[in-house]
């Protein structure tokens, strides 16, 4: 079909089942083809020599693309195919561009847009440039790669091979997908490294996109930023009560049948952490939980899974359940091209910071509420309470620091 093709009306195309064009009344054989994805692409529909072509264009902005189409009008009318001629342009280009170029140019176009940006160039400035900033990226073989890799183990590094091989590999596939290079030489080679979930802890540059661009709807982000900065268990955090939350105090006690090892558990609560619990009165309205499920309250028989029924036959809604979450998570961290982690590892994160702080493995144990079944441990519930505090306090500030923003951390 046929219209005038304004920026408003370039907007508001809606994708549909199958991709679709829109030609421009305006001028001849320049349109846009709408994918079901909702990406949109101008494209320009020719006849060189007798012969129909059609060609993408490169520009993302209506106006851009209008220009580019009426300068390739005039190639055409030239009697040069448009088509071939970039070709012939990506061919020289290869043939001149080095590894350095290449990913600088990913750096600059793609992953600059992305959350991951930051760690991709760290290393890439690590462990690649160094060897490969000016060959030809064509010439950069799969024994490069190999030998690249091996490097890094043999230096006691076999998990930063892992995510060196990652974005080296995000380089290449860039680099074809903007028809720049035509082969990736790290296909077929798999991580050096196997990587035991026990292990994971994030890096400062993955926490700080964790925190600040992590794509999460506000309860599953606000629960998993809780785990990191309290090292507790997901499941606890999601189930917590109002009631069971003193802020007069700053604390947070656990009854028995809420925690693992079945013994009350009493969490100090930082400020930070404080400024996000009351940050879910809004989203948990009338539930008894912090993190209800934000399904609508039902009346009746219903089976929904995130409300329950009370005496009087109405019902309320149930925490957010787990696996949510951990699908949740998961589906953001591919977004964000993150290597994976689960969200225990955000515990594990917080507890390995914690040490490194220089607080004893007790002490880590007692904030991670490990079984401890001596008497003392099951009565005195306020048991290094303000050993606790300090610990979690110097986690609080170190993590802001970490994730370099003070927007939702600092009051």
């Not at 909702?38 to 993302?60: H, M, P, Q, W």
């Not at 160039?121 to 440039?129: E, G, I, Q, T, W």
């Not at 890094?152 to 074809?176: E, Q, Y």
């Not at 990191?228 to 656990?254: H, S, Y």
């Amino acid at each position: 079909m046929a219209q005038r093709l304004t920026a408003v009306t370039v907007r508001n195309l809606r994708p549909e089942d199958k991709k679709y064009e829109v030609m421009d009344a305006e001028n001849p054989g320049f349109g846009v083809w709408v994918y079901p994805s909702g990406k949109k692409a101008f494209v320009y529909a020719y006849r060189c020599n007798g012969k129909k072509g059609r060609i993408t264009l490169d520009s993302e902005s209506l106006a851009e693309a209008r220009d580019q189409y009426r300068e390739l009008r005039q190639v055409v009318r030239r009697g040069i195919d448009p088509k071939a001629q970039r070709a012939e342009e990506r061919r020289q280009q290869e043939q001149e561009l080095t590894f350095g170029r290449l990913a600088q140019r990913y750096l600059d176009e793609h992953a600059s847009r992305k959350r991951s940006g930051d760690e991709d160039k760290r290393l890439l400035n690590l462990d690649v440039l160094p060897r490969w900033q000016n060959l030809k990226a064509k010439d950069i073989r799969r024994r490069d790669v190999q030998e690249m890799l091996k490097a890094i183990i043999d230096r006691g590094s076999p998990i930063v091979a892992n995510r060196v091989l990652a974005v080296t590999r995000k380089v290449f596939n860039w680099g074809i997908e903007q028809d720049l290079i035509e082969a990736n030489p790290c296909v077929g080679i798999k991580a050096p490294a196997k990587e035991r979930s026990a292990d994971r802890v994030l890096s400062d540059s993955e926490i700080k996109i964790f925190w600040n661009d992590l794509q999460l709807s506000p309860q599953i982000h606000t629960a998993l930023k809780l785990e990191l900065l309290l090292a507790q268990r997901i499941g606890e955090i999601l189930g917590m009560r109002w009631d069971e939350l003193d802020f007069e105090q700053n604390i947070w006690t656990l009854s028995p049948d809420r925690t693992k090892n079945e013994t009350v558990h009493v969490v100090p609560l930082p400020k930070q952490a404080v400024t996000l619990i009351e940050g879910m009165r809004v989203l948990s309205g009338s539930s008894e939980y912090v993190f209800a499920s934000p399904r609508q309250s039902k009346q009746g028989n219903s089976s929904d899974e995130s409300s329950s029924a009370t005496a009087d036959g109405s019902r309320t809604r149930k925490p957010i359940r787990s696996d949510s979450v951990g699908t949740a998570l998961s589906r953001a961290i591919q977004e964000a091209e993150l290597d994976h982690f689960s969200s225990h590892d955000l515990r594990r994160t917080a507890a390995t910071n914690i040490s490194a702080l220089g607080y004893s493995d007790e002490l880590v144990g007692r904030i991670l509420n490990h079984a401890n079944h001596t008497v003392t441990a099951r009565y005195n519930r306020h048991a290094h309470l303000a050993e606790k505090r300090a610990a979690l306090e110097a986690w609080a500030s170190r993590l802001a620091m970490q994730k370099n923003s003070q927007e939702e951390v600092d009051s």
